[in-house]
């Protein structure tokens, strides 16, 4: 049907699936890679799919690959990834579809995708926001500091996946942290809105990650898009300045 699942043996009863794929700000693909990077996730299963891209991807070394998605073990949860999200509704809606299936029959309990809520203006605490398929779900990130979001929609397999999660009986919640405008415009990665996405599921999951890392990458972005904006401003303010020339005064 245009999506494959390769899961190596192993039961994974009673773990958390992270899903975080790329979208505005990148934020559910910066947390699921940074989670996978900083606890050591351990590669145990990929996804095909005939709506990912048609191209061949090639390295340095000469060697091609298709898109896939890639499921990692980090002990307490599996971490799903994948550099594309499919190109069309129907790839999404069956790539969730077929995933959940799988990671079901393996005995996961929980769903929680990372994704990215879009404001105008930021400061360094960024709030992130819950929206969950039960009220339990909801509570559980409330308890440790996320604020419930009340109304709206979220598009992409960062959002839809929990419901495809309660499809097969497994309650989800998504995470959307704050995220500055003027980086997804920029098609910058807000590093800081993972940072705070990834201080909530840590609390959620009962692990320690350092952050420190994040704080850096976030500042350096941060610093040099505030600088284009700033020339940009400075360009159209001088653009509009009233302009005079010497003229004999009578």
């Known amino acids: 049907m245009g999506v494959y699942v390769r899961l190596g043996k192993g039961s994974l009863k009673d773990k958390v699936l992270v899903v975080g794929l790329p979208g505005m ?20 299963g990929e996804v095909y799919s005939t709506h990912f891209p048609s191209l061949l991807e ?4 000469g060697l091609g690959a298709l898109y896939t998605g890639r499921i990692y073990d980090v002990g307490k949860a599996v971490v799903f990834t994948a550099d594309v999200q499919p ?31 879009v404001v105008p203006s ?10 969950g398929t039960d009220s339990e779900a909801v509570e559980a990130f409330t308890s440790i500091g996320a604020l419930r979001l009340r109304g709206g929609t979220i598009s992409g397999m960062n ?6 999660g309660k499809y097969f009986g497994i309650p989800g919640a998504v995470l959307l942290g704050e995220t500055w ?53 400075g360009r159209r303010e001088e653009e509009e300045r009233p302009k005079y020339t010497d003229r004999e005064v009578m």
């Open 87 to 117: 190109q069309s509704h129907e790839g999404q809606n069956l790539l969730c579809k077929k995933l959940i299936e799988a990671l079901a029959k393996r005995g996961i309990r929980f769903v929680v995708a990372a994704a990215a809520y």
């Open 58 to 61: 090639v390295n340095g070394e």
């Open 159 to 164: 959002g839809v996946i929990i419901g495809w």
């Open 122 to 131: 930021v400061d360094l605490m960024r709030r992130v926001y819950v929206v």
């Open 25 to 44: 700000g990148r934020v559910g693909y910066t947390t699921a890679n940074y989670l996978v990077e900083k606890l050591d996730g351990v590669l145990i």
């Open 181 to 233: 405008a003027p980086l997804v415009e920029a098609n910058e990665a807000d590093f800081r809105a993972a940072k705070h996405v990834i201080q909530v599921l840590a609390r959620f999951l009962g692990v320690e990650i350092e952050l420190e890392e994040l704080d850096a990458y976030a500042t350096h972005v941060e610093q040099r898009v505030a600088a284009v904006i700033a020339k940009i401003i």
